[in-house]
Nanobody, 126 residues
């Protein structure tokens, strides 16, 4: 049974940090890419970051480049998103997913991600 569970969201002041975790189970994570998406109220879901199956490549959206870091630990079937220097515009529900596409230039393709978590809320106050 495939399960994906995010954790680590919360309320933080602008300039603060959060670390999101994503625990995968029920399938071999090391053959899949991991991506983080986010959806703010009234906006479409966007790909924030992704990392290759062996961490050989990463992608960051311009809006988070230099502030967010994506990592993975295949031995623990876990992915992480370290978020620093958070801004109010980072407020969103963050989703992690495992899938088959992560371009270092174009990022994750949502349609190629099958295993999704329920999302974790990140709220950044000004």
């Amino acid at each position: 049974q495939v399960q994906v569970a995010e954790s680590g969201g919360g309320l933080v002041q602008a300039g603060g940090s959060l670390r999101l975790s994503c625990q995968f189970s029920g399938f071999p994570l090391d053959v899949y890419h991991i991506a983080w998406f986010r959806q703010a109220p009234g906006k479409e879901r966007e790909g924030v970051s992704c990392i290759g199956s062996s961490a050989e490549s990463t992608y960051y959206a311009n809006s988070v480049k230099g502030r967010f870091t994506i990592t993975r630990d295949n031995a623990k079937n876990t992915g992480y998103l370290q978020m620093n220097s958070l801004k109010p515009e980072d407020t969103a529900v963050y989703f992690c997913a495992a899938g088959a596409y992560c371009s270092r230039n174009y990022g994750p393709k949502e349609s190629m991600y099958d295993s999704w978590g329920q999302g974790t809320q990140v709220t950044v106050s000004s």
